[in-house]
């Protein structure tokens, strides 16, 4: 990190170890500003008050170490951000007038989305800010990582069934809440279908139907014109001296025939006449044919203009053509079909909804069997730890609990409320003396005892939780003496599987970092970037011998820190 003009550090960069790092210093040194540097990179509230006097704003910049597809790095890519070679840049600025602004990855973001990652990257145990593990949803899955493949198992299998359950619930509401809507629906596609069957309606008959009614309404001028056509053609009986189209057309042809012989081209008129005459013949006989069955029945026309009526009824309701209403006529019927089965699809569901609680009920039993196995063996444990970090007679415990709901499954033979994660409401407690009532740990403890029993449960944890790094503030307040080691040696081994910062006035708990940082300030009363310095070699036995004893010159001091340091590299 990168801390500029903030509380009492002027600008100062702090490079922290892999593994443990300690952050010592003289009281006032701005140890504390580490903390405070992490918090606002994480999304902490911004205080103007933390900017330094005289400077404009204050800035700290961070680069943060993510896993390529980690839920952390997924949120920053959703947020714009881009990994710079598998970290994530961090930067937060706080002006003397109180505007905050926040960039991560590149890209300016609110400070809501660097808080929504603090969960993934930091753990923070301190007086003022605790994080991580306090959370009752962390606990619970923490707990599962603790308890193994005995969780691991039932909870697969209760998932799996929990997301079927909630599918099989959604649709079962659905067609039950509207079942009214649905039964209107199903009435009106009866009375339409029925309407249509009535008319019995047949593709294409509407167009017929036309062209029928336009027929028999015009019989008596298509027969009076039919007759005038067939007399001009083949002449009336009833006057022999009348001429006809027919007569003419034979005679002209029989001029041609009688000189076809001479010129081949009046042959070929002569041949083209005769089909004339053949033709007129042919017209002449479909026209008498036309007028002997041309239907005049006025009755035929009353019963076609009332079979359209009929027709038209259909189409203004249901579609535009009879085609179009024997469309929807399928389609409605394919709907009423499936409305219909919906009496029968809710008893499926129903049935399949009542199997999915059963084994939901039983799966949940097995979830909190398991956990409460494993509740008791992580009590246990980190009550052991919590003896040797000064709190001898604290007692942690798991709080397993379950709430009523009439709706819920059944699990102890109580119906209760359940949930993705099974019905399980987990809580760590904690009593911190002989005769005093469990309570939420953060409730139960004084900032620097919470900062150690949250140390006890981290180590306990060690290895189940993804939180990558562990910031400690005052994880050593009121204790000293051979419990100071054993905090040192615990934060060691919690730095194995983990990265680990403690800002420490101990020497005993600085003795067993990786590295160990130095806050110094100048005469101004600022530190600078000189100011955090990596101690090293007679350095930090130096500091250690200042801790230990105020003096950085004294040989029982040194001797005393030089054997913290053997005893940190031996138990290592």
Do not use: C
């Not at 003022?128 to 599962?144: E, F, H, I, M």
């Not at 249509?196 to 015009?218: F, N, S, W, Y």
């Not at 179009?324 to 019927?333: D, K, N, Q």
Request: aromatic fraction near 2%; hydrophobic fraction near 45%; charge should be negative.
């Amino acid at each position: 990190m990168r801390i500029r003009s903030l509380g009492v550090i002027d600008d100062a960069v702090v490079e922290l170890s892999p593994g443990f790092t300690a952050v010592t210093g003289e009281t006032g040194a701005g140890k504390t500003m580490v903390v405070t540097s992490l918090g606002l990179l994480l999304g902490g509230r911004a205080d103007p008050a933390l900017v330094r006097i005289g400077a404009p704003s204050a800035v700290v910049e961070g680069r943060i170490g993510v896993a390529p597809g980690s839920a952390a790095a997924v949120r920053a890519e959703e947020a714009g951000a881009e990994l710079d070679e598998g970290a994530l840049l961090i930067s937060r600025t706080i002006s003397a007038e109180g505007r905050s602004r926040a960039h991560l990855g590149g890209r300016s973001v609110p400070v809501g989305v660097l808080a929504e990652l603090a969960d993934e990257l930091v753990a923070v145990h301190g007086q003022t800010d605790q994080q991580g593990l306090l959370k009752p949803a962390r606990q619970r899955g923490a707990l599962d990582r603790y308890a193994g493949d005995a969780v691991a198992g039932p909870l697969v299998a209760y998932t799996e069934a929990y997301r079927r359950l909630r599918a099989v619930a959604a649709e079962l509401d659905e067609l039950t809440t509207r079942a009214r809507e649905r039964a209107q629906e199903a009435d009106l596609l009866r009375f339409g279908l029925g309407e249509i069957e009535a008319v019995e309606p047949r593709a294409g008959e509407d167009a017929e139907l036309a062209a029928e009614a336009e027929r028999l309404g015009h019989a008596e001028a298509l027969a009076s014109a039919a007759a005038l056509a067939h007399g001009a053609l083949a002449g009336d009986p009833e006057d022999p001296e009348t001429v006809d189209a027919t007569t003419l057309v034979a005679g002209a042809g029989r001029a041609l025939e009688a000189v076809r012989s001479h010129d081949p081209s009046l042959a070929a008129l002569a041949d083209r006449m005769g089909e004339i005459s053949i033709l007129l013949a042919d017209v002449a006989g479909e026209l008498a044919g036309y007028a002997d069955n041309l239907d005049a029945d006025p009755r035929r026309l009353a019963a076609v203009e009332e079979r359209r009526a009929a027709l038209t009824g259909l189409t203004r309701k249901y579609g535009a053509d009879v085609a179009a209403v024997l469309a929807w006529a399928e389609e409605g019927a394919a709907r009423l079909t499936e409305l219909d089965g919906d009496d029968d699809r809710i008893g499926e569901l129903t049935a399949e909804r009542d199997a999915l609680r059963a084994e939901l009920s039983g799966l949940a039993q097995a979830l909190t069997d398991a956990r409460t196995e494993a509740a008791a063996r992580f009590a246990a444990a980190v009550t052991a730890e919590l003896a040797s970090l000064a709190m001898p007679h604290a007692r942690v415990s798991f709080d397993i609990r379950q709430t009523e709901d009439p709706e819920g499954v059944e699990v102890g033979g109580r119906t209760v409320a359940y949930g993705p994660a099974g019905a399980d409401e987990v809580e760590l407690l904690l009593a911190p003396h002989p005769g005093a009532p469990p309570r939420p740990i953060a409730k139960g403890a004084s900032g620097g005892e919470l900062s150690r029993v949250m140390l006890a449960v981290e180590v306990v944890f060690a290895g189940t939780d993804p939180v990558p790094t562990y910031l400690f503030d005052e994880v050593d307040a009121g204790v000293g003496g051979k419990a100071a080691v054993e905090i040192g040696r615990r934060l060691a081994k919690l730095a194995r599987t983990a990265q680990v910062v403690v800002v420490t006035h101990l020497p005993q708990v600085a003795a067993f970092a990786d590295r160990q940082l130095l806050v110094e300030k100048t005469n101004d009363g600022s530190v600078t970037r000189s100011g955090v310095t990596v101690l090293e070699g007679e350095d930090r036995v130096r500091e250690l011998s200042r801790m230990l004893a105020g003096q950085e010159d004294s040989e029982t001091a040194r001797a005393h820190a030089e054997e913290l340091l053997a005893t940190a590299r031996a138990d290592g």
